[in-house]
């Protein structure tokens, strides 16, 4: 059955800082991710998405991701993080032709100034 | 090009009301989705409809939900008899075919 955990509920970083939200899918095809945020009250905003190709993906807001197909990940990273980027984040797996998406039940970011 | 648009933002019924929560679709969007968020968790995928016709409604409960999609106007999405966890988030989706969803702002649905 296709999931997505996403094992830290909350996480606090100083402004500054780098920061990891890690992502495991389970998934019996090729996943197509990504990783929304939603700020409070709020709908989702697109940060980035898999499809194929580079590993790698980079997204808006100096947002980037890396799909491991080995370890069934795809976590999301920013190399310094600004007040503004506190949320709550959103990783999804596509099934078939995008018809369905599964989300982990997210993280909450929090950043100190 | 307004985004996926959803009203009401807020909406509080007692037990046993309807709630009619409406979506209106990007332009040249024919296909929409819908999600709801409990708190505290994330969405889960309740119904995907095109134009007129449902086409996946796996995530839908069986009783006192239904959606729609007609040819002209909104995508409903309809709960009668509220019951208080029916309170959450109910978010709708659109996209032009089957690559990449934008999402609308939710409705925030009160049971009281």
């Known amino acids: 059955a296709q999931s997505v955990t996403q094992p830290d509920i909350h996480i606090t970083v100083s402004e500054g800082a780098s920061l990891e939200l890690r992502c495991n899918y389970s998934y019996g095809a090729t996943p197509y991710l990504f990783w929304y945020v939603q700020s409070p009250g709020q709908g989702l905003q697109l940060l980035l998405k898999y499809f194929s190709g580079d590993t790698l993906v980079q997204g808006i807001k100096g947002f980037e991701a890396e799909f491991k197909r080995s370890q069934s990940s795809f976590n999301l990273r920013k190399p310094s993080v600004h007040w503004s980027d506190a949320a709550e984040y959103f990783c999804a797996v596509g099934a078939g032709n995008f018809n369905k998406f599964y989300f982990g039940s997210g993280t909450k970011l929090n950043v100190k100034p | 090009n307004a985004g996926v648009m959803q009203n009401p933002r807020h909406l509080v019924r007692r037990r046993g009301q309807e709630a009619r929560l409406r979506c209106s679709p990007m332009?040249?969007?024919?296909?929409v989705y819908w999600y709801r968020q409990l708190p505290e968790e994330g969405l889960k995928f309740m119904v995907y409809l095109q134009k007129e016709n449902i086409i996946d409604e796996s995530g839908m409960p069986k009783e006192r939900f239904s959606a729609e999609f007609p040819k002209e106007g909104p995508s409903i999405l309809r709960i009668q008899q509220v019951v208080r966890g029916d309170s959450a988030a109910y978010f709708c989706?659109?996209?032009?075919?089957?690559?990449?969803?934008?999402f609308g702002s939710g409705t925030r649905l009160t049971v009281v």
């Open positions: 989706a659109s996209s032009p075919s089957d690559k990449g969803y934008t």
């Open positions: 332009k040249g969007h024919s296909h």
